[in-house]
């Protein structure tokens, strides 16, 4: 048999330790491993010498603003971005899209919209808002699910006009519809109430100091938001999952559930685990301002412990950039008036290998589970991504775990060219990124992946992460 491509000299995690091998990809599958090549013939060689060869990476929690918002972000860059990060596969939000996804006619729209520029694969949240409650909408839940959906996203703080937050008690309902059909329902955990009351308050006091936007919005807004999600997923038998989670407080209420047998779980993101408010909303002031707030470093070095313990289950990066000139940095813009969100997919691997692997906060065997096995597993596309199993997409991160380099905003994909990493010296550097057998990005060369090769995946079955603690 004649294979499409081999990737030789692939070093791949085997528990914490790596084993050598050689990949033969069929078909866009992995179709075997190999000691030896010689006499196997393939149209592709692609040598992975020297590098660790991961199973391709995901991120899971992506604003790619496309359509509608493309003066920020659109799918051919945030895919770029992707490539260039190491990241196979993204899973991109339904509220940042003109109309914003929330039915099925809302979610081919934005395929149709999509497909022609993506290099990386794509996987979907499903929408849902308040105004679909008190519509009586709620029919959209299951809709959206029989299309392949992998979740359902909440916001309990306002988000853009055409993406309605949810009430306590329409939340409830949500919960108890999203239950049904077996899916996680996303939950961005601050409590409003407290928000806008503070938020009111500082503005009256006439702080416009970086820090006053972290401050207003406080641990306890997402203490008390992740209190109350917990006792709905009890009532109902939700599967609730906090979206980029901030807080160490909320580590260690999800891991409380969790011991208590409920479906809880957690993501981070790279900036809760290595920024915090007094240093850095200080230095960049609205171009770390993001919502949830960076925090604090106790809150960092408890994120890390929760993604160790498995209180906190893996990373994404809630990738979600404005426009400088006219959203973050124009004329008298200040501190509350600037957009909250910044840039991320392209950063999140190799944050993850320097500040976490090459450190020894994580595992080898952790670093697989958080930036590809269980983002898969909890979002319904394992084993087909995530795994480096035979009949698994041939997708592969390759990483370079000696390379020293530093993060520089202006050689960023992203359409706005801002980062608060910019800078920032890492130790681990993706050299190559390979999606169903085909390198779309390689360090000599660039991107070299083509608008469109990229497909749209649906959700391939209902699964769940196991409640995993290890103390």
Known sequence: MRYDCIVKNARIPQGDDTVLTNILVKDEKIAGFVDNIEGIEADTIIDAEGHLTLPGCIDSHTHYMDPGFTHRENFLTGTKGAAVGGVTTIIDMPCC???????????????????????????????VTGEDVRNKKLNIIEEQAAEGVVAFKIYMTPSVPSYPRVTDPEMLEIFKEVAKTGLPVGVHAENFAI????????????????????????????????????SYAEETGARFHVVHMSTGIGAKLVKEAKMKGLDVTAETCPHYLTLNYQEHMTKYKQFVKIAPPIRTKKDNEELWKGLQDGSVDFIATDHAPYEIATEKDAPGMNIWTAFPGIPGTETMVPIMVSEGYNKGRISLSRLVEILSTNPAKHYGLYPKKGALMIGSDADFTIIDLNKEWIIKKEEIQCLNKYTPFDGMKLKGKVVKTIVRGRLVYDEEKGIVGEPGYGKW?????????????KF
């Open 457 to 469: 995946i649906k959700r391939q079955s209902i699964q769940k992460l196991d409640r995993v603690l």
């Open 97 to 127: 899209s003109v109309p914003s996804v929330r039915g099925v006619a809302e979610l081919y729209n934005k395929i149709n919209a999509i497909k022609d520029k993506a290099i990386v694969d794509y996987a979907m949240w499903g929408g």
């Open 195 to 230: 928000c806008d009351y503070m938020v009111k308050k500082f503005q009256e006091e006439g702080r416009m100091d970086g820090p006053a936007w972290a401050e207003a919005r406080m641990e306890l807004a997402e203490k008390v938001a992740i209190q109350l999600c917990i």
